[in-house]
């Protein structure tokens, strides 16, 4: 994913978030309604979190250093991940809260009762657009994959975090205005409560999602299968490697891949032979898979005896191993 496609739903998702919190709270000071005190929570909460996913992709961008010699690329996920701390707390939980102290003092919406309905609607319009920015910047990088696959598998946050805040918001929306319209009709303030309890709930369950996959990527996830099938071809292609012995991936950030690999080479006359075959090997890896910046490959001489001896560096290797009680190129006391 580009960053500037993400950064641009991000600030079409704060644009809209800004205004229709502003609205929101003015008809709540209006009408009192709980289902537009939540909504108001909730946007600002949104708010909060596009300016959380904007401060972690301008930190990502920081040089490496000595103490972070892989660079800061995981701090778009750490940003992210306090992205659904916030939505869980200040907007779900909260919600939550509202709905039982509206429902145990229920009361109708009686002025101002033209307010919510207008809001509510020109809320919908305006998070909409939103929402139609973050699908076109997702499509952009989404391919045949299905939206569900997309949110799981996608490697860089901001996308995915923006497409489930957007989501839930109208959904959200569609909830409030479904409260007081019901509050307006009957005059009952308990529908108000029951609109705000399913906003709550909706935004805890968007946060434990956020949480679950931005927890993934924390972690460290590999590369997908298809860019490994294509390291592995990029590999194995020349005559330079025999075979992979094996091979590890991961992503230090979401633009940033690690290969590292132990690889079968042929014998060779010279170190520099050696070495100019890794290079051509480094260079096909970078051409297939542009991500996969960060590239380590330790040569060997493969056998199967030794393969079958046992597991880990020493036992795929043809080379002899020092046996115990002797250094290496050198006998033992």
Known sequence: MSANGGNKAIVAALLANVGIAVTKFVAFLLTGSSSMLAESIHSVADSGNQGLLLLGGKRAKRAATPEHPFGYGRERYIYAFIVSIVLFSLGGLFALYEAYHKWSDPHGISEWQWVPITVLVAAILMESFSFRTAI???????????????????????????????????????????????????GN?????????????????????????????????????????????????????????????????????????????????????????????????????????????????????????????????????????????????
């Open 136 to 186: 076109k910047e997702s499509n952009h990088v989404r391919g045949n994959q299905s939206w569900v696959r997309f949110i799981r598998r996608a490697k860089a946050p901001e996308l995915p975090v923006v497409l489930l805040e957007d989501f839930g918001a109208l959904v959200g929306l569609v909830f409030a205005l479904f409260g007081v319209a019901m509050t307006l009709i009957t």
């Open 189 to 333: 303030g308990k529908w108000d409560a029951a609109g705000t309890a399913m906003i709550g709930v909706l935004l805890v369950v968007i946060a434990v999602v956020l949480a679950i996959e931005t927890k993934s990527l924390l972690l460290g996830e590999g590369a997908e299968q298809q860019d490994l099938d294509a390291i592995e071809r990029s590999i194995t292609d020349g005559p330079e490697v025999e075979r992979i012995i094996h091979m590890k991936t991961l992503y230090l950030g979401p633009e940033e891949l690690m290969v590292a690999a132990k690889i079968g080479v042929p014998a060779c006359e010279s170190a520099e032979q050696l070495a100019r075959g890794i290079n051509a090997v480094e260079s096909r890896i970078r051409a297939a898979v542009p991500v996969a910046r960060v590239i380590y490959l330790e040569p060997d001489i493969w056998s199967v005896a030794a393969a079958q001896a046992g597991t880990g560096a020493a036992a795929d290797t043809a080379v002899p191993q020092p046996q115990e009680g002797e250094a290496a190129g050198r006998p033992g006391g």
